[in-house]
């Protein structure tokens, strides 16, 4: 899957900007100001993020942003099925931010909300912005990027799990309704008995009441509808005493038929009365057969109000409407039936809940160990990764612990929480010194380490074929020199997996990416605006030589040569350095 074009128009300085990133890494650069971080933001925008402010052009109606995928996964496409959404080769989101009134959001050209345009986008595209790397010192996310490196062993476990744990869950809800059915006062049950008396007869459909309304209407004005059926067939069809509309018709016809074929004005008039005659005669004769059919009997008159009156005054009584009736009787019907118990049916609940417990135990225990083996790896390939990120003495620890909980399952003879999640809390440790004490991520940990630690597990985790593309916007901070040449090494190695995205103002990681893609915005403009333009050949070096000295000097023209000589080999042997996912 990758963002094959992001199309921006009216949004700020970006006046009409079509961007078209590669399927490996991509780099956005450019001078400060030219509006690299506003095409982030406006692909933000297009997968349903928040508007700030407001971005649209003084000089335009309206702001715009459509992005477009391309092998778009299966989940995705479910998803999008199963919300009345048609899916194709091709994947569009869009959002379009009007000068005056609210914006909408689109799919495939279909109007969703904000939060479903969001939660699309966060399948297809992860944006790491200034600050966003922050994310990792959650607990959720570690234990997210660990189980994502297990790969298939770890996640079979898991789904395992999940469903054991439902199981079990639901078998102790069924046992604690039962126990409080069991406890309910001796008038709780008696009223019950009396509801199930009360309405068990009655067979109530809500269906039912409604016919039996148009039946009654029916019965009581039987003599009225007769009458009125008479007097159509009357004058349509006639009887003894006097003719009727079809007679009357058919005589009138007899002097055209003698004058067949002379004008064929009469001739079309004389059809279209033939036509009549039968028509009125069909009508006569349906008539007929309602007034025949109508019978005005009051025995059963008499039986559909009184059942209407039984159907009052359940509704009356039991919250207002026949379907709360119906509800009021199966609570009723599960309380009497709890109390008639025997208490085989708790004993039985009682067996399941063990075993189902039994079950959890055995998944939890099974996905733990998968995690802790699969953490050991993931400690060891990340630390070689910070290797190559200029971090030579620092080292990643994952902690897999568990939380005693005297109400939770027995693992091991020790009782343990658990969640469908499993019992398992995962710590991310690190330090950057040989002898230090290896910390957790939410303290000790600078802001640029964090990132580079980022970056490494993005290069050490195994990435599912429908892995959404990436996006970096900080990746570059507070680094230079050999440490932003490995790093470009590692969004290489990256890129050969999924597309990546990254805005850097560091010649070395420019240089190393498959697509160089830059902003250029002139501000002597009346009307600033932006273009974005991909670079290669003779330009590319001149933007690679600016990135490093400002200027395109001879000395930065041969050093941006030997960079982007230095990037074609990184590119070539990228794949052979990528750590194969567990």
């Not at 297809?124 to 997210?144: D, W, Y």
């Not at 008696?190 to 209407?217: M, Q």
């Not at 005693?404 to 019992?423: M, S």
């Amino acid at each position: 899957m990758a963002l094959v074009e992001l199309r921006v128009r009216g949004f700020a300085v970006l006046d009409s900007v079509c961007i078209a990133p590669g399927r490996g890494l991509t780099v956005l650069s450019g001078e400060t100001g030219a509006g690299k971080s506003l095409c982030i933001a406006a692909l933000r925008l297009a997968l349903g993020g928040k508007v700030e402010g407001s971005p649209v052009r003084p000089d335009a109606p309206g702001a715009s942003v459509v992005a477009v995928f391309d092998d778009v996964p299966a989940s995705l496409c479910d998803h999008l099925a199963a919300i009345g959404i048609d899916a194709d080769d091709l994947l569009t989101v869009s959002r379009e931010i009007p000068a005056d009134g609210r914006a909408t959001c689109r799919v495939n050209g279909a109007l969703v909300s904000q939060a479903t345009l969001r939660q699309v986008g966060e399948a297809l595209v992860e944006i790491t912005g200034q600050g966003e790397s922050h994310r990792l010192v959650q607990p959720a996310r570690q234990r997210q990027i660990l189980d994502t490196f297990g790969g298939p062993p770890v996640a079979a476990a898991g789904e395992a799990l999940a469903a054991a744990f439902n199981r079990w869950r639901a078998a102790l809800d069924a046992l604690e309704a039962s126990r409080a059915a069991c406890l309910r006062s001796a008038a709780e049950v008696e009223w019950a008995r009396h509801v199930v008396a009360e309405l068990a007869p009655l067979h109530l459909d809500p269906a039912e009441g409604d016919a039996l309304k148009s039946e009654r209407e029916r019965l009581r004005h039987a003599n009225e509808l007769a009458g009125a059926a008479t007097a159509l067939w009357r004058a349509c069809g006639g009887d003894d005493d006097s003719p009727g509309g079809a007679d009357v018709v058919a005589g009138a016809m007899a002097q055209a038929q003698t004058l067949r074929g002379v004008d064929a004005a009469l001739d079309a008039l004389a059809i279209e009365a033939a036509e009549t005659v039968c028509r009125l005669r069909e009508l006569a004769g349906r008539a007929r057969g309602l007034r025949d059919a109508l019978d005005a009997d009051p025995a059963r008159l008499a039986t559909v109000e009184e059942r209407l009156d039984a159907f009052d005054r359940a509704r009356r009584r039991h919250g207002g409407t026949i379907e709360s009736a119906i509800a009021a009787l199966a609570a009723a019907e599960e309380t009497v039936a709890a109390a008639d118990g025997d208490g085989g049916a708790e004993a039985s609940l009682v067996a399941d809940v063990a075993r189902l417990q039994a079950e959890v135990s055995a998944c939890a225990a099974q996905l733990s160990s998968r995690r802790t083996a699969a953490a050991a790896v993931l400690e060891r390939t990340t630390t070689a990764q910070l290797r190559r990120l200029r971090l030579p003495q620092a080292r990643l620890r994952i902690l897999v612990s568990r939380l005693a909980d005297g109400h939770g399952i027995d693992i091991d003879g020790e009782q343990v929480a658990c969640t469908a999640d499993g019992i398992d809390a995962v710590d991310f440790r690190f330090t950057a010194t040989r002898d230090g004490v290896p910390l957790p991520l939410s303290g000790g940990i600078s802001g640029g380490e964090l990132s580079r630690l980022a970056l490494a597990l993005r290069a050490v985790v195994a990435l599912a074929d429908d892995a959404p593309s990436v996006v970096l916007d900080e990746v570059d901070t507070g680094i230079g020199g050999e440490t932003a040449a490995r790093v470009g090494e590692v969004l290489a190695s990256i890129g050969q997996e999924r597309q990546i995205l990254v805005v850097t103002h560091r010649a070395e990681i420019a240089a190393r990416a498959g697509c160089h893609l830059v902003v250029v915005r002139d501000p002597t403009a009346p009307a600033s605006s932006a273009t974005v333009a991909a670079v290669d050949g003779e330009e590319r070096a001149l933007e690679i030589a600016r990135l490093m000295s400002g200027r395109a000097t001879r000395v930065a023209l041969l050093r941006a040569a030997e960079l982007l000589e230095e990037g074609r080999g990184t590119t070539a042997g990228a794949a052979a350095r990528t750590i194969a996912p567990r």
